[in-house]
Structures are given as structure tokens and as C-alpha cells.
T-cell receptor, first 110, second 117 residues
């Protein structure tokens, strides 16, 4: 069974800092990995999708990398802003179901 | 493209009652998924459809849970004889198939928050 772990569980940073969120998974036989953002009480917003054949994807201030062999992905957020405050979820697709970590709760203070 | 929609957004029910949630996927998406999310956890997969066929349902939480997608468009998730432990956010997602060239990931709706009293 695929296990997904996200570290840290919570993070508080001042505005402007660059930060890294970590995701690890136990089974490297994956189709793709998706990073989501979730605001309190809301649904999930897809941020980045990395196919299993890719090493990284970029969107604006976000960059996600994937190392299948070591079972790791990182989400890099550049120049953080208070509007980035949310929970960030990593999800591994092993065929159809997404297996999620518990998320990293990010607070960016002005 | 109006995104994935779910109704109702909130549902309060008494223990023992039946509830039904509806999900309308993105129109060109042929796959539809249901997940459940409890406080402080990531979403947990329940079931999925490809067109009208339910291809995986072994992870539905109990036989009180059932889902349908009768014409390959919208889907319903029903919980019979609700229990307090069913209180959670129920999320629907949709996607297309067709290999890596076309796949763009799963897109989620806003969820239905169920409270069982």
C-alpha cells in the first residue's frame, strides 16, 4: 500500500522567504505526482502535475521536482506572500486513485 | 469550462437518515472519483467511474455507501443509515484519460460537508 508522508506538518515564515515542502512515498511505481493547495473549508486546487517520466515542473513562483528512485518530491515556493497561506497536499497516482499525504500547513506572515 | 460542481455544499442530518450527494464533472472528463476527507487528514479515495462503469468500489467504507453514474455524466454518492463517524468532507474529482500526452491530473470540486448529529 502506497504511503505518502509530508514534512514539515506546519510551517510559519515571514513574507518574502523562499521555502521548500517535502513529500516522500514508499512505492516508486507511480504514474504521476500532483501538488494541491487547500484553503480552509474548501476543495483542492491543482498546482502542478509531474508525470513519472519528468523530473520537474514549474508554474510561476512554484517549482516541483520528482525523484522516483528515492521516492521523493519537493515543492519550492519562491518569494512567499501572505496569499500563499494554505495547506499544501502531495498526492501520488499509482493507477487511478490518488494517495495523499496529510499536508503541510503554511502560514506566511506580513 | 465551469469546473467540477457539487451539491449540496453543506448537509446536516440526523443519525440513521439517508443522504445523497451530487457531483457534476468537467464536461469533457470521462473519469469521476469520490474521496472523503476528515479533519487534519488528506483525502481518502472511495471509488471511481470511467464513463458509466464503476471500475473500483472495494474501498467504499462500508456497504452503507454506494455510488452511481447512470449516464456517464453526473454522479451521486449515497450514504444509508448515517452514523456520526460519517461526518466529513466528501470531495468529487474528474479527469480525462488517454495517456500522458492528454492527462492533466484530477480536478476537484468544492466538496460537500456532511455533519451527522
Amino acid at each position: 500500500k502506497q504511503e505518502v508522508t509530508q514534512i514539515p506538518a506546519a510551517l510559519s515564515v515571514p513574507e518574502g522567504e523562499n521555502l521548500v515542502l517535502n513529500c516522500s512515498f514508499t512505492d516508486s511505481a507511480i504514474y504521476n505526482l500532483q501538488w494541491f493547495r487547500q484553503d480552509p473549508g474548501k476543495g483542492l486546487t491543482s498546482l502542478l502535475l509531474i508525470q513519472s517520466s519528468q523530473r520537474e515542473q514549474t508554474s510561476g513562483r512554484l517549482n516541483a521536482s520528482l525523484d522516483k528512485s528515492s521516492g521523493r518530491s519537493t515543492l519550492y515556493i519562491a518569494a512567499s506572500q501572505p496569499g500563499d497561506s494554505a495547506t499544501y497536499l502531495c498526492a501520488v497516482d499509482s493507477g487511478y486513485a490518488l494517495n495523499f499525504g496529510k499536508g503541510t500547513s503554511l502560514l506566511v506572515t506580513p | 469550462d465551469t469546473g467540477v460542481s457539487q451539491n449540496p455544499r453543506h448537509k446536516i442530518t440526523k443519525r440513521g437518515q439517508n443522504v445523497t450527494f451530487r457531483c457534476d464533472p468537467i464536461s469533457e472528463h470521462n473519469r469521476l472519483y469520490w474521496y472523503r476527507q476528515t479533519l487534519g487528514q488528506g483525502p481518502e479515495f472511495l471509488t471511481y467511474f470511467q464513463n458509466e462503469a464503476q471500475l473500483e468500489k472495494s474501498r467504499l467504507l462500508s456497504d452503507r455507501f454506494s455510488a452511481e453514474r447512470p449516464k456517464g455524466s453526473f454522479s451521486t454518492l449515497e450514504i444509508q443509515r448515517t452514523e456520526q463517524g460519517d461526518s466529513a468532507m466528501y470531495l468529487c474529482a474528474s479527469s480525462i484519460t488517454g495517456g500522458a500526452l492528454f492527462y492533466q491530473g484530477q480536478y476537484f470540486g468544492p466538496g460537500t460537508r456532511l455533519t451527522v448529529t
